[in-house]
């Protein structure tokens, strides 16, 4: 009942006034006529800044106050308002009070909350950055904002979701410690980068784990229940869940390494299927480091068919093989992804070439990465003859896929041709150094590319020096295209100053 | 942009804002049109000022840019180039780690990938041989099952155990060395672990120095940068205050002279005013002298003014009375005018009913008197008819009085003829002979020819029509009368029983004759004079009939009229034909001129006969007057000779009577004698004329 007096006083007069110190003393609803009161004007604060319609009064006022009491000084009394934030900070835990009030108490309050206050209070309260900051910096040590879109609130809520399911154990921990906070978090939760997944405890196996050779077969067998936390509920109360980055893995276990702590089961996999496929907000799915195998990347990819947002799909660190590209292929030609990852994997020349198929007739991937696969020179040539048609990927990764001489010829027509590819790597492969010498002519009839990595594949220095030397003058083309789009051919000399001037 | 443009633009600006407000319109004006035009020159000098710049200062700015800028440009230029090059060296030492880390895992899974064919190689040698054995051992346990001996059953399980335990130890044997294998792979993978996080040491090491070496670099470049264009700047401060000065002094010289001119002017002006005081002192003398004269005329029109104002006021007074009085009148007269009128309406009202009543009254006239039209109609009728019949009677009556007179004059001229030849034969002794001449021989009128009169020839032609039938008749008409086709043999009927009933139309007489005789023809001398007067007439008449036009109805009863007028002279009521309507107009003018140009053509062809004839009209007057002159004028002076001598012979006779006296008895019985031959001879002229009397008169004395 205080409380509420104590804001509606605060609201209706404008600025800190004698009217609200006189209102803490009167009663409700004597606001308006709590002017001229002279049997206690000692303790009206003599404000000069007070505006509004009784300020007439307020110079008589202050006027006689002066003439009374010349020693009394406004520091020594603590304003009113001060007071009141105080309290409400106090008590803001029982009783929240904050947009009711004034922009700039809002923010004195705001800057005196304390960050332990608990979520329920805060979650939907409060949207300022300066509060959400702190408690961030409370939390963690160290805090990228710019992964969290800027905004410490979001950073806030996915780190804190992020931990509780890192915590996670499962038939342990009550489900409920995560789904009590989707009301909180629901709305701010943009990304969840998860890379731990603990597995259930096992009291009984646990003292004869000691042996090494029997926690594999134990595994096989105890299977059903080594499933991690599933996240089909979490996922479905998070409404604006943008990207999703998994691992099915344990962190730090040191020397306590056991397989089965890093088991993606199929049933983990199938409930993470039905999760990403529910999800349509999904932008950007990322499971790596999770041992899947082709079985589980096709089960995965099946789900993400048609999915209305995915644009990226990442799945690099794991055992897919070529029937998990032939399914990644297709999924290439079923929605509009735009990035793939399938970096050290198990991919072969047959993953490879369904891939390529894929890639000649796509128009959204911009960038593919197969880097540390296995696809050789069949491979490297499908995908080649892909690249003289597509028209729409800027980024290849090819490094470590026992590339050899033949692909860099193919790689070497298509460089010619192709004007959106701007970054290929072709690192630690076996072109030779015809090959460089063959990439290095397709280098010189490009004008677009702006990355080519050659290292640690055999290419004469020469070679790939002077590619440098076109990829620098193709950077300067391109930074000078996006300086001033109207004048493409223009000396670099001529226009700089003028643009870097302005 | 570069800075001179810009810099160009806010001098203009600024001087702009310095002279609009004093000069043109302000933008803080009260008056909105103002406020608007102040606005419009704002933008106009905007958009010059883009213009100049576009066009002069391009060119200068950029010239001097490429001077003025090269220093901070290729300064920054250079940075750039140097930071770039320095960052991607810095990315390709940090990510040469992840490559190496590339390559040396490329070469492990090799390695492992032999390592692994080996083994599994080793391990299926090891299963091959290991299960020959195994077979060994189970074929040597079906040897065993049939010994029967315990000895060689112990023996043999003594071998079969040492086979097994053999087996057993190569297993082992492999265990361990796959275990060996592990423990070393466990090594590894530590090591590999050690080598990772030395990996990873390292890529922070080398991150961390890049980190810091390009802050350095940065920080150097920046400060590169800085410096030139501190330099820069310092360099154009420098200029710009030169330029500054220098229009700084331009500008004080100038206000210097504008001072001087100022107090040049002021001077000059000052002097004017002086002048120009002086002088209108002096026209200002002038004007009050002249102004205060003209005050004095003015006051004396004023009084004069006054005079007839108050004059005029007065006569005003007086009007204003007069007509308040004639409006008073006039109100009298109006109110006795509307009353006028109101009376007058009355009248108006009262002649309304009376003409009304009038108008009854004449109708009723109108038709009584239209009864009473026809009724003179009839009575007309009726006159007519007596008229015909009194003219018939007339006409009896002329012939008779004709014969009458006639009978008389014969008379008369058989005495003068006697007397005459009594004097010739008795008194002069000469032969006397009578006088034979035509017209003594003639008895009756000499235009009285036997013939019938034209309604009497109409009638019969009708009657011979009607009696025939209507075709002949039409035939019978058409035979005397070219008539048009379109006309009805009735119409003409009709017009002609019209004509023949009409008895004022004198012309029926001869027409009817000439229709006779055209069909019979006799007396082909008579028919062509009453034609030909009837043409006389007609063609007047159809030539005013001709030229009036268009209501033939009663141009036909003018032509009657005329016609009338014409031949008789005597004006006669004209009365309405009985049925004008029956018959059309045009038809009848059309059936008369058929019927005249049909009585024309055998006129034409009789000309010079009727010549003759046209004399004889006054063959009446020469008739009678040559009845007179029947005896001679010779004759008649003989006679009065004769008289004079008889005269003289009387007397001489009387004298002689007054002689003879006595011989009165026997004269007397001469004369008696004489007298009885006298009588005798009187008596036989009358029976026997052929007869001279002189030889009676001798028979007798002889």
Redesign the interface.
Known sequence: MQETLATSTLLSVPSRSSISMQDKFSTAGQTSTAGPQPSRPSIIPPHSKSKGWNSGTKVHWMRRIIAEDPEWSLSTVPLLTELCIQHIVKNFHNNPILKQLLPEHQQKVLNHLSPDLPLAVTANLIDDENYWRRCCEQRWPVCHVARHGGSWKRLFFERHLENLIKQFIPNTTDPAVILDLLPLCGNYVRGLRVDQFLPPVRLPPQPRSGE?SDSGSEVEMEEPATDHYQLCDLVAGLSHLEELDLVYGVKDCGMNFEWNLFLFTYRDCHSLAATIKACHTLKIFRLTRSKVDDDKARILIRSLLDHPALEELDLSHNLIGDRGARAAAKLLSHSHLRVLNLANNQVRAPGAQSLAHALAHNTSLISLNL??NCIEDEGGQALAHALQTNRCLTTLHL??N?LSEPTATLLSQVLAVNTTLTSINL??NHIGLDGGKQLLEGMLENKTLLEF?L??SDVAQESEYLIGQALCAN?EAARQRTLNPGHFMSPVIAK???N??? | ???PGPLGVLEEKEEEHLSTPILGPSINSDNPQERIQARRLRIAARLEARRREALGEYLDG?KE??ED??KS?KQ??ESRLKL?KLLLCGT?LV??IQ??T??R??HRRVEEEEIKRQRLEKLENEVKTSQDKFDEITAKWEEGKQKRIPQDLWEMLNTQQVHCAGLIEDKNKLISELQQE?KTKDDQYVKDLKKQSDDICLLLERMEEQVKHMMKTFRQELNYIEKAFEVERQEMLASNKKKWERALQAHNAKELEYLMNRIKKVEDYEKQLNKQRVWDWEEYNMIKIKLEQDVQVLEQQLQQMKATYQLNQEKLEYNFQVLKKRDEESTVIKSQQKRKINRLHDALNNLRAKYNKQIKHFQEENQSLTSDYKRFVTQFKELQRAMRHFALVDDKQFREIWLMNEEEAKDLISRAFAVDRIIHTHHLGLPWTAPDFWFLRNVGPISQQPRKSAAQILEEVLMQAEEEGTEESTSEAESYLDLPKQISPRTTRKILMLLCDDPRVPLPDPIPLLVFSCRSPFLPSCKCVPLHLFCNLLHPCEQTSLMSGPEPGEQIDLEEQKEESLVEGEPEEKEAPPSPRLIHPNDVLKILEAFVMGLKKPKDSQAPVKMKYVRDNSKDSEYWESLTTVIPDATQNLWDALYTALEKYHLVLTQRAKLLLENRSLEQQNTELQMLLQQYLDSKINSELQVPPTQVLRVPTK
């Open positions: 090494l880097r540390l490094g470590g026992e690192s630690c990595d290292r640690l950077r700089g100053p003028e870097l001037a302005g | 942009m570069n800075p950029k840019s490429e800028q090269s440009y920054k230029e770039n390709e990510t040469n490559v190496a590339d390559i895992e490329i592990l």
